[in-house]
């Protein structure tokens, strides 16, 4: 038995959704299936507009290009995350600031954020890390709001996820969903752009479509498209759309089974308290997606040895991000010497655990007994 670390939700109702777009649409990007798209992902978000993309990184870059950021401008971002966060702000010349993170739920820290902002500072990039919004997460929300700055937030983990009923994406100026192929609605690549701003939503939809107002030109609302301002070519392939669509018909099914298998893990691991830290949903949290269940060790040394041990009995784990302030683009940006204690520390002692929707009974009890006899053993 070999056990994968995540497994797209697909099927025999994926397939026949991709081959009818297949044969029944155009071959081309921002069709039919996008605009049943952007409906399911408002009514499942509440988001007044849903912008489908190519990724969410490109998702990222159409919002902060969109808001202005420009060189000489700095934008704060976590350290621990993907590049995609900190290169939506480079690529507008813009300069990435890395934040630490809170210990227990992996998000921006307000405090480190706080001291970080200055006259030059002009937004932040949020990270939802496993599809929770964090425990500080309101205190965030504030701290932008005394400062003047704009919020978009990275919820590439979130489709699904609510906080105080409210679904993570929603509460910044723009929020960027992936529906990459390891995510909880997975089309190989794609994203989508939420934000409750028209002008917001008027300036991303020219962004992504080369520049050029054809949705002003499909609306009815000029004779013919023209280019009128900068952008480039973000518009998600109609097939891949149609992949997304039938998830999302099933998004309560999907995230359902990964509450179940969070709520296993949980129970089976929670004995363990002296060697692992469990992942703790966020107080207020209403809904989590479970995208990740990561167990977070006492020390480096424990988890290479669990890591090992599993891989040796064919179940797939996984540590996580790499720093960014350590790689080698970010020490070109912050300096070699900068030091975010919690990060270098939860970098070095996080273990991603399998959990897809349809991980069969007898696949989550091998995890569950393997993982057990692991971490006696340690």
């Known amino acids: 038995m070999k056990i994968p670390l995540h497994k797209p939700f697909w099927g025999v109702k994926a397939e026949a959704a991709v081959i009818h777009a297949m044969r029944t649409g155009v071959g081309t990007a921002d069709g039919p299936e996008s605009a049943l798209m952007r409906e399911k992902l408002k009514q499942i978000t509440k988001a007044k507009f849903a912008i489908p993309v190519t990724s969410c990184t490109h998702a990222m870059e159409a919002a902060v290009a969109c808001l202005g950021a420009k060189t000489g401008d700095e934008v704060i971002v976590p350290s621990f995350t993907l590049a995609s966060t900190a290169t939506a702000a480079m690529v507008r010349g813009a300069t990435p600031v890395f934040a630490d993170i809170d210990p227990i739920h992996f998000s921006l820290d307000p405090q480190d954020v706080m001291r970080r902002i200055t006259k030059r500072t002009v937004g932040i990039m949020t990270v939802h890390y496993a599809g929770f919004a964090g425990g500080y997460f309101d205190e965030l929300m504030a701290l932008a709001k005394k400062a003047g700055i704009w919020v ?3 919820a590439a983990h979130c489709i699904g996820a609510q906080y105080k009923h409210k679904a993570l994406g929603t509460f910044g100026v723009a929020g960027a969903l992936s529906f990459h192929g390891t995510k909880n609605v997975a089309a190989g690549e794609g994203g989508s752009i939420l934000t409750n701003s028209r002008a917001l939503s008027d300036a991303m939809e020219i962004f992504r479509s080369i520049g050029t107002d054809r949705m002003a030109f499909l609306a009815g609302k000029v004779s013919a498209y023209s280019w009128v301002g900068e952008g480039s070519s973000f518009m998600l392939s109609d097939i891949l759309a149609a992949l997304v669509n039938i998830q999302l018909d099933q998004i ?5 089974d990964r509450n179940q298998i969070a709520s296993e893990y949980t129970k089976a691991f929670q004995s363990f308290a002296g060697k692992i830290q469990l992942p703790i949903v966020p107080k207020g949290m209403t809904q989590p997606n479970w ?7 006492a020390n480096v040394s424990m988890r290479e040895a669990f ?3 599993m891989r040796a009995k064919h179940i797939e784990v996984s540590t996580h991000y790499m720093p960014l302030h350590a790689s080698p683009m970010g020490k070109r940006l912050a300096g070699a010497r900068m030091r975010l204690p919690v990060t270098e520390d ?18 989550r009890e091998y995890v569950v007994l393997t993982a057990r006899k692991t971490l006696q053993a340690l």
Do not use: C, Q, W
């Open 152 to 154: 978009v937030e990275d």
């Open 252 to 256: 309560d099914r999907i995230n359902k």
């Open 291 to 297: 995208h990740i269940y990561a167990l977070k060790f």
């Open 307 to 309: 890591v090992k041990a």
């Open 346 to 363: 939860v970098a070095a002692t996080l273990v991603r655990m399998p959990i897809y929707a349809g991980m069969s009974k007898t696949e």
